[in-house]
């Protein structure tokens, strides 16, 4: 019957050569009496010849198991004989010893790598931070490029139509006497008749110009204030932005050779969306009006100097009307004045004088009222108290809907 022998790395044969050199590594090989495929360490190899029994002996292939154990095997001819040589020990030492310093070092190489990746790492992801910062600005300027662009193509339709005018203005000239035209403009406010009264809707602007030549110019005014400068959207009326009263609207035009055309239609705004201005001049209040005593309405004089007054002059000098919003008083070092916790000295007028909610300063009128009063008798005058102060004056206008602050220093 055939057996199957197995050869381990402690044969006394093969393994009295290698024992200290491979003893890291175990190899196994499996054969089985005459058969060719043989099994190291798990895996199949076909050996020339198999192994096989001679008069009760086992003979196996020993150049095979010699050079898998990694000896080099030499076959002399002439004097028949085997030679073995197996690795030399201290050599593959020094050679592990190597090995593991080079593997050691590529192990710190690659180490230091990864530290160096995650560097990169952290640069690349600011980087992509930044560049979608600058797509965002790029994307901006794409949308100003695009408006501008469209700004452009109007302005080249429009140079487009003024040079057929041009041209068509020329061909009139040459055909003419060669007289030169004098004529305005001429100009219809389309939707707006003499004395029309406005009460709360907005009022579009309507208006035709008509001329030979082009017009090359016009604006709209609004008693002085000017509307729009433009052509062919020429602003809007808004009533409830105005105080009742009367108004009127003017047009001017100027056509290609210069000439002015003008028109003026007056109008009126009536609504009681608010109450009608008031026109005053607030002196100094009295004594008596002060918080817990009866309140008067009467106009009094300059205080005597032992109770000295501030103040505040503010005449309107603009077309708009002014609507007050808040007066405030503030001392040379800056902290404002209350003669009551919370309540500045223009809140206590308005509670103690009876002032309406909206106190509106029509064009050219003066707003004159006191913001301070020394709460102890002052052996000095006004001027003097009241030195390096200022006065700060919330208005509103109506017209533009702007909200300003107008100051004014006191000083003697």
């Given at each position: 019957?055939?057996?199957?022998?197995?050869?381990?790395?402690?044969?006394?044969?093969?393994?009295?050569?290698?024992?200290?050199?491979?003893?890291?590594?175990?190899?196994?090989?499996?054969?089985?009496?005459?058969?060719?495929?043989?099994?190291v360490n798990g895996e199949s190899v076909f050996l020339d010849v198999p192994p096989?029994?001679?008069?009760?002996?086992?003979?196996?292939?020993?150049?095979?198991?010699?050079?898998?154990?990694?000896?080099?095997?030499?076959?002399?001819?002439?004097?028949?004989?085997?030679?073995?040589?197996?690795?030399?020990?201290?050599?593959?030492?020094?050679?592990?010893?190597?090995?593991?310093?080079?593997?050691?070092?590529?192990?710190?190489?690659?180490?230091?790598?990864?530290?160096?990746?995650?560097?990169?790492?952290?640069?690349?992801?600011?980087?992509?931070?930044?560049?979608?910062?600058?797509?965002?600005?790029?994307?901006?300027?794409?949308?100003?490029?695009?408006?501008?662009?469209?700004?452009?193509?109007?302005?080249?339709?429009?140079?487009?139509?003024?040079?057929?005018?041009?041209?068509?203005?020329?061909?009139?000239?040459?055909?003419?006497?060669?007289?030169?035209?004098?004529?305005?403009?001429?100009?219809?406010?389309?939707?707006?008749?003499?004395?029309?009264?406005?009460?709360?809707?907005?009022?579009?602007?309507?208006?035709?110009?008509?001329?030979?030549?082009?017009?090359?110019?016009?604006?709209?005014?609004?008693?002085?204030?000017?509307?729009?400068?433009?052509?062919?959207?020429?602003?809007?009326?808004?009533?409830?932005?105005?105080?009742?009263?009367?108004?009127?609207?003017?047009?001017?035009?100027?056509?290609?050779?210069?000439?002015?055309?003008?028109?003026?239609?007056?109008?009126?705004?009536?609504?009681?969306?608010?109450?009608?201005?008031?026109?005053?001049?607030?002196?100094?209040?009295?004594?008596?009006?002060?918080?817990?005593?009866?309140?008067?309405?009467?106009?009094?004089?300059?205080?005597?100097?032992?109770?000295?007054?501030?103040?505040?002059?503010?005449?309107?000098?603009?077309?708009?009307?002014?609507?007050?919003?808040?007066?405030?008083?503030?001392?040379a070092e800056g902290n404002v004045f209350q003669p009551m916790p919370g309540m500045n000295f223009y809140d206590l007028m308005k509670e103690q004088m009876g002032l309406?909610?909206?106190?509106?300063?029509?064009?050219?009128?003066?707003?004159?009222?006191?913001?301070?009063?020394?709460?102890?008798?002052?052996?000095?005058?006004?001027?003097?108290?009241?030195?390096?102060?200022?006065?700060?004056?919330?208005?509103?206008?109506?017209?533009?809907?702007?909200?300003?602050?107008?100051?004014?220093?006191?000083?003697?």
């Amino acid at each position: 019957m055939k057996r199957i022998i197995s050869f381990f790395l402690s044969l006394l044969l093969v393994g009295s050569l290698f024992s200290t050199v491979f003893a890291a590594e175990t190899k196994v090989i499996t054969m089985v009496v005459g058969e060719t495929e043989v099994l190291v360490n798990g895996e199949s190899v076909f050996l020339d010849v198999p192994p096989t029994i001679v008069e009760g002996r086992t003979l196996v292939p020993l150049r095979f198991i010699a050079e898998t154990f990694g000896a080099e095997v030499e076959w002399d001819a002439v004097a028949r004989s085997i030679t073995l040589t197996a690795p030399d020990a201290a050599v593959l030492q020094q050679m592990m010893e190597a090995l593991t310093a080079q593997n050691e070092t590529l192990q710190q190489n690659l180490e230091d790598l990864q530290e160096e990746n995650e560097k990169h790492q952290s640069t690349i992801a600011s980087l992509e931070e930044d560049n979608e910062v600058l797509s965002e600005k790029v994307g901006l300027m794409d949308t100003l490029i695009t408006k501008l662009e469209d700004q452009i193509a109007d302005l080249l339709e429009e140079n487009g139509k003024l040079s057929k005018e041009i041209e068509e203005l020329k061909k009139k000239i040459d055909a003419g006497d060669g007289s030169q035209d004098t004529t305005p403009p001429n100009i219809v406010i389309q939707n707006l008749s003499p004395h029309e009264i406005l009460e709360e809707d907005p009022l579009t602007l309507d208006i035709s110009i008509e001329d030979d030549s082009l017009i090359v110019f016009s604006r709209v005014f609004l008693n002085s204030v000017l509307l729009s400068e433009t052509l062919g959207k020429y602003g809007e009326i808004h009533p409830t932005k105005l105080v009742s009263g009367d108004y009127f609207l003017k047009v001017e035009a100027i056509d290609g050779h210069g000439n002015v055309g003008t028109t003026t239609v007056p109008f009126t705004v009536k609504h009681d969306l608010k109450k009608e201005p008031i026109r005053f001049a607030l002196r100094a209040i009295d004594l008596s009006s002060m918080p817990g005593m009866s309140a008067t309405n009467k106009e009094s004089l300059m205080a005597a100097t032992s109770q000295p007054y501030l103040i505040a002059h503010f005449q309107n000098q603009s077309m708009s009307s002014y609507e007050v919003q808040n007066v405030e008083a503030f001392d040379a070092e800056g902290n404002v004045f209350q003669p009551m916790p919370g309540m500045n000295f223009y809140d206590l007028m308005k509670e103690q004088m009876g002032l309406p909610e909206h106190l509106t300063i029509v064009s050219n009128d003066e707003y004159s009222t006191p913001c301070a009063i020394s709460l102890t008798e002052q052996n000095m005058t006004p001027e003097e108290y009241f030195d390096g102060w200022d006065i700060k004056i919330t208005l509103y206008d109506s017209i533009r809907e702007l909200e300003f602050i107008k100051t004014i220093r006191y000083s003697r």
